[in-house]
């Protein structure tokens, strides 16, 4: 009713919550291994859902297992669809649908970058339960980027 809740992991951040308030979603930073301190750190997109009034923390599957975030999520079609992004040779928003029989995220799949080009950078960033996803996609030419703001549609 009041008061605050410290999900579980350290070195967290929460983004979103879903209209039930129990899917929480967001990333955790993890040390990367090097030889001299400070190391780097990268970060890896989390779930965190109330299971019978107890947060339980659940790491989903990061785009090339590379810097990614879980950035929105919400309900579809009786779906808890998680939304971010990951990185490869540029930044691509992805979601992850939980599966309905385990209760466990898959994959992350990739949402298309501006106009279909593949060198467009693209986040991903909120969803609403008719599976609109809204964020921004751009290109980069001769270090100057132009940015849009998009809205994708999930299939």
Do not use: H
């Not at 990614?68 to 649908?97: F, I, L, P």
């Not at 809204?134 to 270090?143: A, D, E, K, M, Q």
Request: charged residues 20%; negative net charge.
């Amino acid at each position: 009713p009041s008061g605050s809740v410290v999900l579980p992991g350290e070195d967290t951040r929460a983004y979103d919550i879903d209209a039930l308030g129990i899917t929480v979603v967001g990333f955790r930073r993890v040390d990367t291994t090097c030889k001299r301190r400070p190391c780097p750190k990268y970060s890896v997109p989390m779930v965190w859902t109330l299971v019978d009034g107890t947060w339980v923390a659940q790491q989903l599957v990061a785009l090339n297992s590379s810097d990614c975030e879980a950035t929105g999520v919400a309900e579809v079609n009786g779906e808890t669809v998680v939304v971010g992004y990951g990185k490869d040779s540029v930044t691509r928003a992805v979601y992850w649908k939980r599966d309905s029989v385990t209760q466990q995220f898959g994959d992350p799949i990739r949402l298309g970058g501006l106009g279909g080009n593949a060198d467009a950078f693209a986040k991903a960033e909120g969803i609403n339960s008719n599976g609109q996803v809204v964020g921004y996609s751009g290109v980069t030419i001769s270090n100057v980027s132009t940015t849009y703001a998009v809205i994708w549609q999930l299939p």
